[in-house]
């Protein structure tokens, strides 16, 4: 029996790596695909939500599947690195789907990983259900696993739907050089990557532009 586009055989099981399709329905915490004759329910957080386009039109979603005795659910997001976010957070201690999913609906996944780098427990114990020893320990267990390329990510695939260099094209080269130039002088990885993702730039603007934009913004903090 052939399987659903989206859909990739690994041995005995078949695991859904994305799905693509119209988007049917959107709730709460899930949405609808239509793929191939079917309507596949995938559990997704706010920040997907909140970026997601209009019932009726085209969307890949990067999925997760949870295999339970008595359940099977699917967890998508936007981008493999936001899916890879929500799978390190399932090998935190005491977080499942529900709880992972609540914490990047709260935080959206750059922010996260930023929390994590910056070791930032005060933003990452506002997501429901997470108090201080939670946060603590999701720091301590992810923060040899968050690289600073990863927080780069939504501005090089444009992603993320709230920073001003995303919304703006900003280019990926002028992106990555103004970052290499701040670390260069002395700014860690994580304050370089906050502060271009904090700058007002726009897409004409070149590494050195971009470069004197966040250290304005730095200069004020």
Do not use: W
């Amino acid at each position: 029996m052939p399987s659903p586009p989206g859909c990739l055989l690994h041995t005995k099981f078949t695991v859904i790596s994305y799905v693509k399709g119209i988007l049917a329905e959107k709730a709460k915490d899930r949405i609808v695909v239509e793929s191939g004759m079917m309507g596949i329910g995938i559990f997704v957080p706010m920040s997907v939500l909140e970026v997601l386009p209009p019932l009726g039109e085209e969307v890949k979603i990067y999925t997760h599947l949870q295999v339970r005795e008595d359940d099977m659910s699917l967890y998508g997001f936007l981008s493999r690195s936001d899916l890879e976010m929500f799978r390190q957070l399932l090998g935190v201690n005491g977080i499942g789907p529900k709880g992972a999913l609540g914490i990047l609906s709260a935080l959206r996944p750059e922010d996260l990983r930023l929390a994590v780098m910056t070791g930032d427990a005060k933003a990452i114990s506002r997501a429901p259900g997470v108090g201080a020893k939670t946060a603590q320990r999701i720091i301590l267990d992810l923060k040899d696993k968050v690289q600073a390329e990863d927080l780069l990510t939504p501005l090089l695939d444009g992603s993320a739907a709230v920073s001003p260099a995303a919304e703006n094209g900003l280019s990926g080269n002028a992106v990555k050089e103004a970052v290499e130039a701040l670390v260069a002088l002395g700014y860690t990885n994580a304050e370089a990557v906050k502060a271009v993702k904090s700058a007002n730039v726009t897409e004409e603007m070149d590494s050195e532009a971009v470069l004197k934009a966040s250290l304005k913004y730095l200069a004020f903090l």
